[in-house]
């Protein structure tokens, strides 16, 4: 995966809560098995109307707003516990979700796809969709070594909670198999370790 340390951009302000998996993602795109081809299915519904022309209401088709971070209001990602949705974000652009709670499934699947959920306080989040609401080009800047999310323009921060196994895979750019990888000389010195002492205690019997 690409490593996340700090990313400082613009941002696409979503204003709504309880936003679902199924509307992240339609379930009629769960077919594929793999990640490609997710991205322009993001949030299918709401960016085109029956008849396949784009919602100029919808806050994706507006021009004015861009970024790889994207602010959602409250309960993001709820809902079935499918992946896919991660998978459409990731492929869209996203690279940070910022939101006041998350469903957890929806957290871990954003995390084992390298995108990262930064929760906040419902006030702080209300500062942030004033921010962007008022200057398009506000950015934001998330650093993940020390935990914190920034409106630069005004310098008001926040911290933010993460686990600290999957902040080490973000930083560094590692899935599960690659962490592991990672300390393959840690687990064979322990490995040879636990053959040293167990043929001791063999000879001692």
């Not at 302000?13 to 936003?19: I, M, R, S, T």
């Not at 339609?26 to 077919?31: E, G, I, M, Y």
């Not at 609401?133 to 310098?155: H, M, R, V, W």
């Not at 599960?176 to 064979?188: M, N, Q």
Request: glycine share 6%; hydrophobic share 40%; with cysteine.
């Amino acid at each position: 995966m690409e490593k996340f340390i700090t990313l400082t951009d613009t941002a696409v302000p979503l204003d709504a809560e309880n936003v679902d998996t199924d509307q992240i993602i339609p379930a009629r795109f769960l077919k594929a098995t793999d990640k490609s081809g997710f991205g322009e299915n993001l949030f299918k519904d709401w960016r085109f109307k029956k008849d396949g022309t784009p919602n100029k209401d919808f806050v994706l088709n507006d021009p004015t707003y861009k970024g790889s971070i994207l602010i959602a209001g409250n309960n993001f990602g709820c809902g079935s516990s499918r992946e896919h949705a991660a998978w459409a974000i990731k492929a869209y652009g996203f690279k940070a979700v910022v939101s006041s709670y998350f469903a957890d499934i929806f957290k871990g699947n954003a995390l084992n796809n390298g995108v990262l959920p930064v929760q906040v306080s419902p006030e702080f989040l209300q500062e942030l969709f004033q921010a962007v609401n008022a200057n398009a080009s506000q950015e934001i800047k998330i650093d993940l070594e020390n935990q914190l999310i920034e409106i630069t323009e005004t310098g008001k921060s926040e911290s933010f909670d993460i686990d600290p196994y999957k902040k080490t895979c973000l930083i560094n750019g590692y899935d599960d198999i690659d962490f592991l990888v990672s300390k393959l000389k840690e687990i064979e010195k322990f490995e040879q370790s636990r053959t040293a002492k167990k043929d001791l205690v063999e000879k001692t019997w």
